[in-house]
Each structure stands twice: as C-alpha cells, then as structure tokens.
C-alpha cells in the first residue's frame, strides 16, 4: 500500500504517527534530495550534513505539515533554506559553489550498465556522463538550481518557483538558460 501511496498521504500518516510512512518517504526521496545537494555545494561532507539537516527539518516539522503543496515541493524548499542558511553562514562558500567537482567518475561508476554491454560502449557513455556532469557544474548557480530541481526532483516550474522564491517567469528563464547553455557545450555529443 505504501508503494503506491502519494507522498502528501504518507507524510500525513507520518504525522499522525506512522513511522513506516516516513520510511517510505525517505527510501522514494532520499537519491534525488542528495544528489541535488551534492550538486549544488560540490562536497560530499557538507552534501552529507545537509542532506541529514533536511530529513531532520522534515521530522521536526511534520506536526504542523498541511499539504499545500506537493510533497517533494515542500521537500526541496526545505532543502534550498537550509542550502541558503548555511552559505550565508560561510561567505567564502558563495565563491565555492562554481568550483570545479572531482567525483564526477563516481557518478558514472553508481549508473548501472545493461547486461552485456561491450567495454567500449561502457568507455563511451562513462566519458559522456563526465562530460554532462561537468557541463551542470559549469553552469551558473542559479541556473544549475533550477535545472537540478527540474531534473533530479521532477518540480514543475510553478514548484521550482515556489522552492527558490522567485516568479514563475524567472524561474522558466533560468531553466531555458540552463538547458541552452547545456545544448550548445554538448553539441554533438548526444
């Protein structure tokens, strides 16, 4: 039953005391949560100590949880305060989030590959996700926001307005931007 629950249901159940709602909570959600904080800061530590943050945020909030809005809304909203808060806590961090990222390999290894493929496939579409990788690292902060929520959280552009606080008109531009810039530093590639 929990498999097939939407997320504003078990987070309901959650609040009213159903521990095993927020496990299945956490198991749907916790991938894309991470990987978008990682994404965001660029060090696995702090990725990690965020990424506790939120869920414990969740957990302290979920007495007064009303769904309003979709869960993963309410999910990565939490996440960009607590990304906001702890920039602003270390300045010298603001300049960080544009540097480069050493773990791109470690993404391309956690994709797995179909059964079968031949070395050189896997060669091919290992130097294709470094790219890519490196392409959204490359990206200005805010547009890499928008594209990650779009990308790794599914957030309609009404949600990725609502998570980083700006119009719907900005956030459709930083996504447009985000994309095209992405589309001409590929090209030919994929």
């Not at 997320?7 to 909570?25: I, K, P, S, V």
């Not at 956490?26 to 949560?33: E, S, V």
């Not at 702090?46 to 506790?52: P, R």
């Amino acid at each position: 039953m929990r498999d097939e629950a939407a997320d504003e249901q078990l987070m309901e159940h959650y609040r009213d005391g159903d521990a095993g709602a927020f496990d299945a909570l956490y198991h749907r959600h916790k991938g894309g949560l991470y990987r978008y904080l990682f994404r965001q800061c660029k060090d696995k530590g702090v990725a990690e100590e965020l990424f506790q943050d939120v869920w414990s945020n969740i957990i302290r909030s979920r007495e007064r949880y009303q769904p309003s809005a979709k869960f993963t809304t309410f999910l990565y909203q939490v996440a960009h305060n607590r990304l906001v808060d702890y920039i602003r806590q270390r300045p010298e961090l603001a300049l960080s989030l544009d540097a480069e990222n050493e773990d791109s390999d470690s993404l391309a290894e956690s994709i797995p590959a179909a059964p079968g493929t031949q070395p050189e496939v896997l060669l091919e579409r290992k130097r294709l996700i470094e790219i890519m990788v490196e392409q959204i690292d490359a990206l200005p902060a805010l547009q890499r926001e928008a594209f990650l929520l779009r990308e790794e959280a599914g957030l309609s552009l009404e949600e990725i307005a609502l998570v980083t606080s700006v119009t719907p008109e900005t956030a459709k531009s930083r996504l447009r931007y985000a994309v095209a810039k992405l589309r001409e530093s590929l090209g030919g590639l994929v």
